[in-house]
């Protein structure tokens, strides 16, 4: 009997073990600006365990492992891979992604994107300021 209640309590005490959660929180800012970035994706590398940064940049994750990589990606920014040791905040900063290798885009009727020059027609171009012009309405119009 004793042998029984020792062996059930080693296993119970192994899987407690294994399935103990640990908490990663941090606060995610814009490294020009300061302010505080919301819906900032972030997931522990290598498994598909994440969440989002809430309204104030705070996140909170619950995890495996007592340290490991936190990957931090949202449009326009660069994606960073962050360690991260549980029972330290950590405390992020996210680089805006500039475009280096901006290249003329031509999306034809079909939703399809091509370089201008690959096109065997006429393009016509539209600036910024055509788009932002507005023309006044009426009764010639």
């Known amino acids: ?3 029984l209640l020792l062996s059930l309590g080693l296993c119970l ?3 407690s073990a294994f399935g103990q959660e640990l908490l990663v929180t941090g606060t995610i ?8 970035m919301i819906g900032v994706q972030v997931v522990e590398k290598g498994t598909a365990n994440g969440t989002l940064s809430q309204q104030d940049g705070t996140f909170s994750l619950r ?3 007592e340290s490991g990589n936190l990957v931090l990606s ?3 920014y660069l994606r ?3 360690p991260f040791q549980v029972g330290n905040p950590l405390d992020l900063k996210m680089q805006v992604q500039v475009l280096d290798d901006y ?3 031509v999306i034809t009727a079909l939703g399809i994107n091509r370089a201008r020059r690959e096109l065997g027609y006429a393009v016509q171009k539209l600036d910024n300021e055509d788009l932002s012009r507005v023309r006044e309405t009426n009764l010639v119009n």
């Open 80 to 82: 960073q891979e962050v």
């Open 1 to 3: 009997m004793k042998s």
């Open 29 to 36: 800012q814009d490294a020009e600006t300061g302010e505080a």
């Open 63 to 65: 995890v495996k492992r």
């Open 13 to 15: 005490g192994i899987l």
């Open 74 to 76: 949202f449009v326009g």
């Open 103 to 105: 290249r003329e885009v």
